[in-house]
T-cell receptor, first 114, second 123 residues
Framework: GESVGLHLPTLSVQEGDNSIINCAYSNSASDYFIWYKQESGKGPQFIIDIRSNMDKRQGQRVTVLLNKTVKHLSLQIAATQPGDSAVYFCAENTNVEYGNKLVFGAGTILRVKS | ETGVTQSPTHLIKTRGQQVTLRCSSQSGHNTVSWYQQALGQGPQFIFQYYREEENGRGNFPPRFSGLQFPNYSSELNVNALELDDSALYLC??????????????????????FGPGTRLTVL
């Protein structure tokens, strides 16, 4: 499948610190990328997106960086809070005839220590 | 909350049985996508429905099938269940708006809103 591994990497950070979550994508033709947050028992929740003609986009407390040369995405969370604890996925957008499908990365567990 | 609902929340079936999962899309959304999320992995695209027809399919066998109804709600059916079908099944709704005006050949990117999922366990 397109997701890899049964054991997700884990990032542990102290409350108030900044977090950086990384993701490698596979399709150099992908033109749109999204970061999702998934809490236990819930579906993925949209955080921020970026188009391939940009290399940086900022939201509220979050920044996404895109490096197309090495097919790499990162999500930066400023002043991480306990409520940020979740699994984070990057997703590439691929177009289908009348819409689009998402290809998800394997995910990273973020644990915030108080 | 996204406004996308799924039922049932949890389901236990035995190998060889058939299952139907249901999804109601967010108001105003005309497209429904289904994803399978195995434990510890990212969601994998099963298929998408638009105008009551399948519109794109991932690497899943024909025993995974679906329907979309005139009110845009959708069903996912899985026949001849296997142990490996145990997973969280996610439904996402979105709106296909066609191509971006003024940009020939550039489809709009339609944000997908996910429901809470149905946890299927096959014994």
């Amino acid at each position: 499948g397109e997701s890899v591994g049964l054991h997700l990497p884990t990032l542990s950070v102290q409350e108030g610190d900044n977090s950086i979550i990384n993701c490698a994508y596979s399709n150099s033709a992908s033109d749109y990328f999204i970061w999702y947050k998934q809490e236990s028992g819930k579906g993925p929740q949209f955080i921020i997106d970026i188009r391939s003609n940009m290399d940086k986009r900022q939201g509220q407390r979050v920044t996404v960086l895109l490096n197309k040369t090495v097919k790499h995405l990162s999500l930066q969370i400023a002043a991480t809070q306990p409520g940020d604890s979740a699994v984070y996925f990057c997703a590439e957008n691929t177009n289908v005839e009348y819409g689009n499908k998402l290809v998800f990365g394997a995910g990273t567990i973020l644990r915030v220590k108080s | 909350e996204t406004g996308v609902t799924q039922s049932p929340t949890h389901l236990i079936k035995t190998r060889g049985q058939q299952v139907t999962l249901r999804c109601s899309s967010q108001s105003g959304h005309n497209t429904v996508s289904w994803y399978q999320q195995a434990l510890g992995q990212g969601p994998q695209f099963i298929f998408q429905y638009y105008r009551e027809e399948e519109n794109g399919r991932g690497n899943f066998p024909p025993r995974f099938s679906g329907l979309q109804f005139p009110n845009y709600s959708s069903e996912l059916n899985v026949n001849a269940l296997e142990l490996d079908d145990s997973a969280l099944y996610l439904c996402a709704s979105s709106t296909y708006r066609g191509y971006i005006s003024g940009l020939a050949g550039v489809p709009s990117h339609n944000e997908q809103f996910f429901g809470p999922g149905t946890r299927l366990t096959v014994l």
